[in-house]
């Protein structure tokens, strides 16, 4: 582990010389973008495909009983590396603040089935970036099943969703559809365990024309189409009648996007590469294959009986097959209102 760590450190360091000794080359690329066919066939058939199996076993059981909910939220966020650099010296910091809604029907099926259907609207704003700020609208559909009678049994569950997201900096609007297969159960009077494991795909609204970028090969410049599958477990611990404590650790395996100065070593290296104006002229965003580990922890506090304050805090360690590294922080603080 110790020499792991000193590997890790000398290739950070190698990153961060190589910014003095190559500049970053200049990339000329075609003012305009060719729109695409979003939406991947594949999960705009599963989606449909579930939501409808949702709608029928709904329509079929003539004893459901339904309950409306809803909730809105506002937080704020701090990110230390948000352009998500792997040198160091380009590391952005920066703030944003998120405002969103969520609601929908739940509906219950069987003794122990339950169907949830939900609409969800948020606005971010950016602080320093602001063509990072965006506006989501997204839908789901959540299907669970508890094996048995008490709290202590476990519950599975099945969640699809999309969204749609509209930036600030257009070249970022994208679809994001995803698939979750849950399971959570309680296993003492103050102790919940949860696990999941899911499948990520979005799907950008423009592909830019290839770039040219001397002397490396022109790449594709579908950097906004990534896939991933992520693996989640974490745990809940009551730490009182109104107070908890929620970790998790995740890992995610897929593509990642970063943006950075176009230095060769990177580009080079990279699966697809176009401009990225949200946070300089001249930065590019780039894709890369890459697992990401991390940890998050939070704490929150029951106010009133419909009301919670969270704080809490988040480090991603994002690793490639490149060496094109990079850790990220998150600190995180909100209120949720239930309705």
Request: hydrophobic share 40%.
């Amino acid at each position: 582990r110790n020499q792991s760590i000193v590997n890790t450190s000398a290739k950070t360091e190698a990153k961060d010389a190589m910014i003095g000794c190559a500049p970053p080359h200049a990339i000329e690329l075609p003012a305009m973008t060719i729109s695409k066919p979003s939406l991947s066939l594949f999960s705009r058939w599963f989606f449909l495909q579930f939501v409808g199996l949702c709608a029928g076993v709904a329509s079929v059981s003539p004893a459901a009983s339904a309950q409306w909910f809803g909730d809105a939220a506002l937080e704020a966020v701090s990110t230390d590396n948000v352009s998500r650099s792997p040198l160091t010296a380009h590391a952005d910091d920066d703030q944003s603040l998120q405002l969103s809604a969520r609601g929908g029907r739940y509906l219950q099926l069987a003794d122990y089935t339950g169907l949830e259907l939900q609409a969800t609207l948020a606005r971010q704003q950016s602080h320093h970036f602001s063509g990072l700020s965006n506006t989501r609208a997204g839908a789901t559909a959540m299907l669970s099943h508890k094996f048995g009678l008490g709290d202590r049994v476990p519950v599975l569950s099945v969640t699809t969703g999309v969204e749609r997201s509209r930036y600030n900096e257009d070249l970022r609007d994208a679809w994001t559809w995803t698939t979750v297969l849950g399971y959570r159960q309680r296993l003492t009077d103050r102790l919940q365990a949860n696990l999941s494991a899911g499948y990520e795909q979005q799907d950008g609204d423009h592909n830019m024309i290839k770039p040219v970028v001397a002397p490396a090969v022109p790449k594709s410049g579908s950097v906004w189409d990534v896939n991933a599958l992520t693996l989640d477990v974490g745990a809940e611990w009551d730490l009182g009648p109104s107070s908890w404590l929620a970790a998790s650790l995740g890992y995610r395996d897929g593509d990642t996007v970063a943006s950075v100065l176009p230095y060769p070593f990177i580009l080079s290296e990279a699966t697809a590469v176009t401009v990225d104006p949200a946070f300089a002229p001249g930065v590019v965003a780039y894709r890369l294959d890459a697992s990401t580990r991390s940890f998050a922890v939070d704490w929150n506090l029951a106010l009133f009986d419909t009301a919670t304050f969270y704080i809490g805090v988040e480090r991603q360690f994002t690793r490639s097959d490149r060496a094109l590294d990079y850790r990220t922080g998150i600190l995180r603080t909100g209120l949720l209102y239930s309705f």
